[in-house]
């Protein structure tokens, strides 16, 4: 089974600190995508990467920045924190641009203060 | 990418069947109708997707109409463990996309012992 793991369940950090979500797969997936999610707003794409070092901006990618070192490996990265960053911040995986389908990882509640 | 409609809720007996709607009216030709589901707790995971003829895998099936401006994801005998928010997300399928899904609120679904 694919597996894809996120560093934290639970995240708390206060306001101006830069923090990373660390998201791993292992199936030699291609592609990787960091969305949020907000009640009412669904899940929002903030970051998707085609490739290692390749990198896309998403639908929200204010205040955030990614990195792809390694093709298992997908961070997050938020600047500096502030409070309307508070959300579940969810990991995906994908084989390539051609596949369907995308696996998630089980997400990380983030709480700025 | 072709918006799309759901009821924001539903209940469903434990052992009937769910039938969960969706509309996309404005529906292109090259769109394929997804679905996905999130259990509470856990990342969004998919179910199935068709184009244009019904589909059924061991999860679930899909009816697309003639005309394809809606769906319909039947979960044949729905548990409780089928209590989930379910997604239904139109996308094209091109190289330089990339397959981003957006998804929307979704339906909540509660399976009703």
């Known amino acids: 089974d694919v597996k894809v793991t996120q560093s934290s369940r639970y995240l708390v950090k206060r306001t101006g600190e830069k923090v990373f979500l660390e998201c791993v797969q292992d199936m030699d997936h291609e592609n990787m995508f960091w969305y949020r999610q907000d009640p009412g707003l669904g899940l929002r794409l903030i970051y998707f990467s085609y490739d290692v070092k390749m990198k896309e901006k998403g639908d929200i990618p204010e205040g955030y920045s990614v990195s792809r070192e390694k093709k298992e490996r997908f961070s997050l990265i938020l600047e500096s924190a502030s409070t309307n960053q508070t959300s579940m911040y969810l990991c995906a995986s994908r084989p390539g641009t051609w596949a369907y389908e995308q696996y998630f990882g089980p997400g990380t509640r983030l709480t700025v203060t | 990418d072709a918006k799309t409609t759901q009821p924001p809720s539903m209940d469903c007996a434990e052992g009937r069947a769910a039938n969960l709607p969706c509309n996309h009216s404005?529906?292109?030709?090259?769109?394929?109708v997804y679905w996905y589901r999130q259990i509470h707790s856990q990342g969004p995971q998919y179910i199935i997707h068709?184009?244009?003829n019904n589909e059924t895998n061991e999860m679930a099936s899909l009816i697309i109409t003639e005309d394809r401006k809606s769906s319909t994801l039947i979960l044949p005998h729905a548990t409780l463990r089928d209590t989930a928010v379910y997604y239904c997300i139109v996308r094209e399928v091109t190289p330089n996309t990339g397959n981003q899904f957006y998804f929307g609120t979704g339906t909540s679904l509660t399976v009703i012992p």
């Open positions: 404005t529906i292109s030709g090259n769109e394929y």
């Open positions: 068709g184009l244009k």
